[in-house]
């Protein structure tokens, strides 16, 4: 709310005297994290996960944090996962060919390896997002995720829960590229809106009932870390009448440490 404050000084155009101090003074507990960043890197990140369709993302693009520990180098993917990782490559980088090692070689096809490293935790600027692989840290590992729908215009917001995190290298374009991924489990959504829809304040929607299980594993359980919009808490709520009653899974968002305005 300072912050906010100072922002509206600033930009009312007065003369302000002594605004120049508060950048000096630095910022203590977890809001120190962020001064390892600046305000431009936090807001192209940030605005990089919300504007999906306007802000193209290949993984490889520098990010205000770091992968955490638990970490388990050079391990071999699931075959499943190496194919989805090659569909990624192939949707992404639409001009290059993507293929397995040992394989039918094409001309200029790019040798998609199946090794990579593997972490539990990911910090971005003061928040860290946790995953299954990573036990106490299991709670952080519920995610939200912007996604284009299949009418190519619309764009829709969908729960998850993060596996693991992991670096992936290629060599393309006569340098090699380190892409950062989640790997994602998402929620599958509920067949009616309006269950869907089922807490709301003023008409403005706040919590949201999806299904309490996983759509099956697809080319979209990876996304770059780019593309994580925020975190929620998972609250498994049952809805009852006289003839039947059933469980879904109540999706509370949970706002960002770093706000943007």
Same mark, same amino acid.
């Given at each position: 709310?300072? !912050?906010?404050?100072?922002?509206?000084? /600033?930009?009312?155009?007065? $003369?302000?005297?002594? *605004?120049?101090?508060?950048?000096?003074?630095?910022?203590?507990?977890?809001?120190?994290?962020?001064?390892?960043?600046?305000?431009?890197?936090?807001?192209?990140? @940030?605005?990089?996960?919300?504007?999906?369709?306007?802000?193209?993302?290949?993984?490889? $693009?520098?990010?205000?944090?770091?992968?955490?520990?638990?970490?388990?180098?050079?391990?071999? *993917? $699931?075959?499943? /996962?190496?194919?989805? @990782?090659?569909?990624?490559?192939?949707?992404?980088?639409?001009?290059?060919?993507?293929?397995? #090692?040992?394989?039918?070689? =094409?001309?200029?096809?790019? /040798?998609?390896?199946?090794?990579?490293?593997?972490?539990?935790?990911?910090?971005?600027?003061?928040?860290?997002?946790? +995953?299954? /692989?990573? +036990?106490?840290?299991?709670?952080?590992?519920?995610?939200?995720?912007?996604?284009?729908?299949?009418?190519?215009?619309? &764009?829709?917001? %969908? #729960?998850?829960?993060?596996? %693991?995190?992991? !670096?992936?290298?290629?060599?393309?374009?006569?340098?090699?590229?380190?892409? =950062?991924?989640?790997?994602?489990?998402?929620?599958?959504?509920?067949?009616?809106?309006?269950?869907?829809?089922?807490?709301?304040?003023? $008409?403005?929607?706040?919590?949201? @009932?999806?299904?309490?299980?996983?759509?099956?594993?697809?080319?979209? =359980? *990876?996304?770059?870390?780019?593309?994580?919009?925020?975190?929620?808490?998972? &609250?498994?709520?049952? =809805?009852?009448?006289?003839?039947?009653?059933? !469980? %879904?899974?109540?999706?509370? #968002?949970?706002?960002?440490?770093?706000?943007?305005?």
């Amino acid at each position: 709310m300072a !912050e906010t404050h100072v922002n509206d000084i /600033i930009s009312s155009g007065l $003369e302000v005297k002594g *605004l120049e101090l508060i950048d000096k003074r630095s910022s203590v507990g977890s809001l120190s994290d962020n001064d390892e960043f600046s305000m431009e890197e936090m807001h192209r990140f @940030l605005m990089n996960s919300r504007n999906i369709a306007d802000s193209p993302i290949t993984g490889s $693009e520098k990010f205000p944090g770091s992968l955490l520990k638990p970490q388990f180098e050079n391990i071999r *993917l $699931e075959e499943s /996962i190496h194919d989805l @990782l090659i569909e990624y490559y192939m949707d992404t980088y639409v001009d290059s060919t993507f293929r397995k #090692p040992f394989t039918e070689d =094409t001309p200029n096809s790019v /040798i998609v390896l199946n090794k990579a490293n593997q972490y539990g935790r990911c910090q971005i600027g003061a928040e860290i997002f946790g +995953s299954i /692989i990573s +036990s106490r840290h299991i709670k952080n590992s519920f995610i939200l995720a912007k996604f284009i729908n299949r009418d190519g215009n619309s &764009v829709d917001i %969908y #729960p998850g829960q993060i596996q %693991y995190f992991f !670096e992936h290298s290629i060599y393309l374009s006569s340098q090699n590229l380190v892409h =950062t991924f989640a790997f994602v489990r998402w929620y599958k959504a509920v067949s009616s809106s309006s269950i869907r829809y089922h807490f709301s304040i003023n $008409e403005i929607c706040n919590v949201e @009932l999806w299904e309490n299980s996983f759509y099956p594993i697809s080319r979209d =359980t *990876l996304i770059p870390i780019h593309n994580i919009l925020g975190r929620f808490v998972p &609250v498994k709520y049952k =809805t009852s009448n006289r003839i039947n009653s059933r !469980e %879904y899974l109540a999706v509370i #968002p949970v706002n960002r440490k770093f706000h943007l305005r």
